[in-house]
């Protein structure tokens, strides 16, 4: 069954896509949401919405999804297992394309115990890659999981989530091939820092022709300081920031760290550009959403194709 989402259509047309994200806020506070996705109207194809990210309560992506739909843009709706069991999923799911949101991403999510609930159940009643499977189900043969018939089932173009470094490395591409069986339509990836290896990947990516059955979107994060690319390389678990990246950032003065760290964003897209297999690019800017025209121009992404 065909989608209908404008991220779907612009990946079909060939040209390279760009998706960003607006993380809700902590708070009843809609105008933040809107304040966040105003910057990346016309520089981005769709925003995706994170679902309590890091495990601390935020503004549920559901909610904010629908704020970002009431003002013209499209949302990617972020949603863990973590949280959720599959009834309160199919729920969402389908309350979510009643108002007309039809992009989502499945994730696990992250542990507890980064957050501020430490305690708090883990869910994971189906894994990321099952989730997968039940959104595909539901679209393209409009049935739960439970196997009863849909009313007008949601026509959701399928995302997944890729970390080219997590070890162990040999079984990255094999994971992958899994959530494409399953049925992911786009992957977007973990921030990429290590071109050449992520390079890699995509070639044997590409040997097993997955690129042909799903679009790849290789997460982009620019860096704001070198304390942070420092942060990335030695706290973040799977990530893989080279060292030569740390010395650059450090390497010029304080107050000009950010604009490099926007230099390296910029060159890495130019370089993935020509990279086998790319349909286009994920563009994080955590709390930078003010970048996100600046990084998109100067890649040479803009001006968006229209395809409404």
């Not at 079909?12 to 009843?28: D, F, H, M, N, Q």
């Not at 981005?44 to 909610?63: G, I, K, L, P, W």
């Not at 869910?123 to 009313?151: L, P, T």
């Not at 990429?192 to 290896?197: A, G, T």
């Amino acid at each position: 069954m065909k989608t209908e989402s404008v991220l779907e259509k612009v990946i079909k047309s060939g040209r390279l896509a760009v998706t960003s994200e607006c993380g809700p806020p902590r708070g009843a506070v809609a105008q933040k949401v809107i304040e966040k996705a105003e910057m990346l109207r016309g520089y981005v194809d769709a925003v995706n919405v994170t679902d309590n990210q890091t495990a601390m309560v935020r503004m549920s992506s559901f909610a904010a999804g629908i704020l970002l739909k009431q003002i013209g843009l499209h949302p990617v709706l972020q949603m863990v297992t973590r949280d959720r069991n599959r009834l309160a999923m199919q729920a969402d799911i389908i309350g979510a394309y009643t108002h007309g949101i039809n992009n989502m991403l499945c994730l696990s999510g992250d542990h507890p115990q980064f957050g501020d609930h430490p305690t708090a159940a883990n869910v994971h009643d189906i894994d990321s890659i099952q989730f997968v499977q039940m959104v595909r189900k539901m679209r393209d043969e409009g049935k739960f999981q439970g196997g009863a018939d849909i009313q007008n089932p949601p026509k959701m173009f399928v995302g997944a989530a890729a970390n080219p470094f997590a070890d162990p490395y040999e079984l990255r591409v094999a994971r992958l091939a899994k959530k494409v069986a399953a049925g992911a339509d786009f992957v977007q990836t973990q921030c990429i820092y290590n071109l050449e290896k992520f390079e890699q990947w995509m070639h044997s990516v590409c040997e097993r022709g997955l690129h042909e059955k799903c679009a790849i979107l290789p997460g982009i994060t620019p860096l704001k300081s070198a304390a942070m690319a420092r942060y990335m390389k030695n706290k973040v678990p799977g990530m893989d920031v080279p060292q030569q990246v740390v010395d650059r950032m450090a390497g010029v003065a304080k107050e000009k760290q950010a604009a490099e760290g926007i230099k390296i964003c910029v060159e890495a897209i130019h370089r993935l550009k020509e990279c086998k297999g790319i349909a286009g690019f994920h563009i994080m800017a955590i709390e930078w959403e003010q970048k996100v025209p600046q990084i998109v121009e100067a890649a040479g992404l803009y001006p968006r194709p229209q395809v409404d």
